[in-house]
């Protein structure tokens, strides 16, 4: 579901942000290096939101692979710390727990 809402990015960002909308339309998982990480290491990733923080673009994702500092599962990822991405070949089922009425802001989202 893409809204009406506007949020200017940075060139790379709107790259990187093209990306994501086009794996949250077709359920696509994500392999994704963040600019955060000293090792840059490769994550997996099944996005499932885009929305404004505070004129922040944020990704809502579950993380099924890769490097984390926690556990996998739930992730909330800036789009600016996103160094690389690539959209994964096959589809994901959508994750017990998702609740799309949950995000506030936002630019596109499943359901």
Not at 62 to 83: C, D, N, R
Request: charged share 30%.
């Amino acid at each position: 579901m893409l809204s009406g809402k506007k949020l200017t990015l940075k060139r790379r960002e709107q790259n990187v942000a093209d990306l994501v909308v086009r794996a949250i339309l077709d359920h696509s998982r994500l392999e994704i290096v963040l600019s955060s990480d000293p090792k840059r290491t490769t994550r997996k990733v099944e996005p499932y939101a885009c929305y404004d923080s505070r004129g922040e673009p944020m990704l809502s994702v579950y993380q099924t692979e890769g490097y984390t500092s926690s556990s996998l599962g739930w992730k909330t990822i800036k789009v600016a710390k996103i160094e690389s991405i690539s959209i994964l070949f096959g589809s994901f089922d959508l994750r017990d727990g998702y609740n799309p009425d949950y995000y506030k802001n936002v630019l596109i989202k499943i359901g």
